[in-house]
């Protein structure tokens, strides 16, 4: 339902996102993570929506104008198109906070098929755009 989604656009800024809702998971209210709007350059949101429920986030992103931070970029690691049609990653630009991507494990015991899976398109992704450094 946002606009955004519909625009011919390679990324959002905090300006562009000011004026719609934020939908957020309620752990992010609190903790390590409470201040993440602030350390992302974002002006706190008009109104928020709280949910501990991803199919909540899903619906709110389906019927209103509101938008959700996640940090699955780059999309080629992992592609929403299959698991959530109608949905779009757009990279926030304007902060210096990036993502790192990994699967954690114990020593020693065997990963499981995703994880494999997850690992490889991990190592095929470096291979192919390198590290970012």
Not at 4 to 17: A, E, G, N, Q, R
Request: charged share 20%; net charge neutral; proline share 5%.
């Amino acid at each position: 339902g946002n606009p955004l989604y519909h625009k011919k656009i390679d990324y959002v800024t905090s300006d562009m996102l000011a004026g719609f809702p934020m939908i957020k998971y309620g752990f992010l209210d609190a903790g390590p993570f409470a201040d993440i709007v602030a350390r992302l350059g974002l002006r706190p949101a008009n109104s928020t929506l709280v949910t501990s429920s991803r199919a909540v986030i899903y619906e709110m992103l389906r019927a209103t104008n509101a938008y959700y931070l996640n940090s699955q970029w780059p999309e080629s690691l992992y592609t929403l198109s299959d698991e959530s049609p109608g949905r779009r990653n757009i990279p926030l630009v304007g902060t210096d906070i990036c993502s790192e991507l990994g699967w954690i494990s114990r020593r020693g015991s065997a990963l499981s098929d995703i994880a494999k899976e997850f690992t490889r398109c991990l190592e095929q992704h470096y291979l192919l755009y390198g590290d970012g450094s």
